[in-house]
């Protein structure tokens, strides 16, 4: 799973610097994790998105950020509280949801929002 930086971020999620309106610079849809180190939530998610990453690759890329690092693309997105997931589907607009969600959650809203399948 690979962690973004600022710079990797706007080359493969969305460059929030020269857009204003969302625009997706990903081929596959993503989810971002927006975590902490510290942040007890954040390290029960970590696992099922290391699962998801496995179940859904070549389909779904799954990204973390971490907001201690990266503030100001925390700032950019207005995380207040962590662990924030981002959604993203190639086409459309993300959809941003909080806490730590069970699997099954996930992958509703992978095949809800991202992959689009009915």
């Not at 971020?9 to 309106?21: I, R, S, T």
Request: proline share 6%; hydrophobic share 40%; charged share 25%.
């Amino acid at each position: 799973m690979e962690h973004l930086t600022k710079q990797s971020f706007q080359e493969k999620v969305f460059n929030f610097e020269a857009n204003k309106d969302w625009k997706f610079e990903g081929e596959l849809p993503c989810i971002i994790d927006f975590y902490a180190d510290w942040c007890q939530p954040c390290k029960t998610v970590a696992p099922i998105l290391d699962e998801l990453s496995d179940e859904y690759k070549g389909k779904v890329n799954i990204y973390k950020v971490n907001t201690e690092e990266e503030t100001e693309l925390a700032a950019a997105f207005g995380i207040r509280s962590i662990p924030s997931i981002l959604f993203c589907p190639a086409d459309g607009q993300p959809q941003m949801a909080q806490g730590a969600l069970p699997k099954d959650t996930f992958v509703q809203a992978i095949n809800d929002v991202l992959l689009k399948e009915k």
